[in-house]
């Protein structure tokens, strides 16, 4: 057991150091604001977390700190990521390559100034009011 736990805490180390770097990379690479908030909100907790998960296997008396911290981490991470890209959007932030755009269709069909597409309505985006 000596043997195998240093080798499991550097893998961990390594795999933690991956996704956070791999996170890293994706802010710096993708276009707008949402990919980015999506590239540091999923893959840099994970990062995190793996790296925490060596800290708890390194030293075993933090064990009940490190999951609490990675329970925190993994519930604060998306939310916090959906709340600035929410924020970004409704201040103006234009998306980049927009391939569609649920929340502007619906807004659109609301004040009456878009057309109300039928697969907008079956998906419940919009209510048909005429």
Do not use: C
């Amino acid at each position: 057991m000596a043997e195998v736990l240093p080798i499991a805490t550097m893998l961990l180390v390594l795999a933690g150091t991956f996704f956070s770097v791999l996170g890293v990379t994706g802010y710096v690479r993708l276009p707008d604001v949402y990919t980015r908030l999506h590239a540091t909100g999923k893959v840099t907790v994970f990062g995190a977390v793996f790296l925490l998960f060596a800290a708890m296997a390194w030293t075993p008396r933090g064990l009940g700190k490190g999951l609490v911290v990675i329970a925190l981490l993994l519930l604060a991470g998306p939310v916090t990521a959906h709340a600035l890209a929410s924020a970004a959007y409704h201040i103006g932030i234009p998306l980049t390559h927009a391939v569609r755009d649920d929340l502007a269709a619906k807004a659109l069909a609301q004040v009456g100034r878009g057309p109300i597409q039928e697969a907008d309505l079956a998906a419940g985006l919009v209510e048909d009011n005429s």
